[in-house]
Each structure stands twice: as C-alpha cells, then as structure tokens.
Nanobody, 123 residues
C-alpha cells in the first residue's frame, strides 16, 4: 500500500510561484501513475495534472496549462508540481493521488490519496 504526503504550499502572492511535493512510501512508486487534484471551498474536486509512471507523459487541466509543471523522480519517490503565475482562483486544497492500473483524470479512479495541503493565493 502506498502512502502519500504532500508538502509545500502556503500563502503566495498573485503572480508568484510555489512548488508542491508528493512523497511516497510503502510501495513501488514507479509503478503508479500520479495525479494532482484540487478542491476549493464549495466546489468539486478538480483535475490539475497527471504524470505517467515513467514520467514520459504529462497532461494538464485547462485552467493551469502553461503555468503548472508536473515532474517526478522515481529514485526519490517524489512527484512535484511547480506552480507559476498563480492567481487567486488557484486557491484550494491540493491533493496528490496514485493510480496503479489506470491513466485517467477522474478522481474516483485513483487508488491512494494524500491528506491534502492548502495553497492560498492572496495579497
């Protein structure tokens, strides 16, 4: 069983940058596709980005294209989400998730989830 832990985040000014990390333990992390999702108050959980198990394929949700970059280092069991040009609309709790057998943007199909971490974009 994979355990995921997010780190980073916090308060960021509009136009600023921050990086989230998702650390994994307890399983063969390199065999999982990994996604980032976010949920703002009163809104549904939203797909942000995903990366294939070997790191060769990446896709992004429309709101973050061109601003966010997902990457992974399987030797270190970590997936990062670099977030640039942040906007107040990016304020949310961000979650990383791992999927053993599917390549998907649908949250319910992921097998393991982190506890989430708050990112607040405000001046």
């Amino acid at each position: 069983q994979v355990r995921l832990t997010e780190s980073g985040g916090g308060l960021v000014q509009p136009g600023g940058s921050t990086r989230l990390s998702c650390g994994a333990s307890g399983g063969a992390f390199g065999t999982y596709n990994v996604g980032w999702f976010r949920q703002a108050p009163g809104k549904e959980r939203e797909f942000v980005a995903r990366i294939s198990l070997n790191g060769l394929t990446r896709t992004y949700g429309d709101p973050v294209k061109g601003r966010f970059t997902i990457s992974r280092d399987n030797a270190k069991n970590v997936v990062n989400l670099q977030m640039n040009s942040l906007e107040p609309e990016d304020t949310a709790v961000y979650y990383c998730a791992a999927a053993a057998t599917v390549w998907t943007t649908e949250a319910y199909r992921y097998d393991y989830w982190g506890q989430g971490i708050q990112v607040t974009v405000s001046s």
